[in-house]
């Protein structure tokens, strides 16, 4: 976890490309059943992870998902999409589309910017 307060947690998903997740602190299903402040600090963390993926990493796209089918609790998954990565343009759920031939910046660098980014106050 790089990120947590009493609305929201960020977590990393493990990946050949970077991929982060945000999870409301507490159980709820929908969205739409979030009050208004969750989703004001879901939409504020969004913004910043997908800002510094751009700036970081620069991307070919981001993918922003929430289906949570398997995992019935608000969440959103944020992922850098590089051509060269195995999926590309498949979703990171799809079929394989070849090995992965990314370089990458340091993840653990990024991790650490984002973190003090969603410490900072809003």
């Known amino acids: 976890m790089i990120y947590e307060n009493s ?11 970077p991929w982060l ?3 409301t602190q507490k159980d709820i299903k929908e969205f739409s059943q979030c009050n208004n ?7 504020r963390a969004l ?3 997908e800002k510094e993926m751009l700036s970081y990493f620069n991307p070919q796209k ?23 990565d195995s999926y590309f343009p498949e979703p990171m759920w799809g079929n394989k589309q070849r090995e992965s031939s990314l370089v990458l910046a340091d993840a653990n660098e990024f991790y650490k910017i984002v973190h003090e980014k969603l410490n900072q106050p809003s």
């Open 62 to 84: 981001i993918n922003i998902a929430s289906f949570g089918n398997y995992v019935p609790h608000v969440h959103f998954h944020i992922m850098a999409r590089f051509k060269e």
């Open 7 to 17: 609305l929201i947690k960020v977590e990393i998903e493990k990946s050949e490309i």
């Open 37 to 43: 402040e969750t989703k004001i600090e879901i939409l």
């Open 21 to 23: 997740k945000i999870f």
């Open 47 to 49: 913004d910043i992870i």
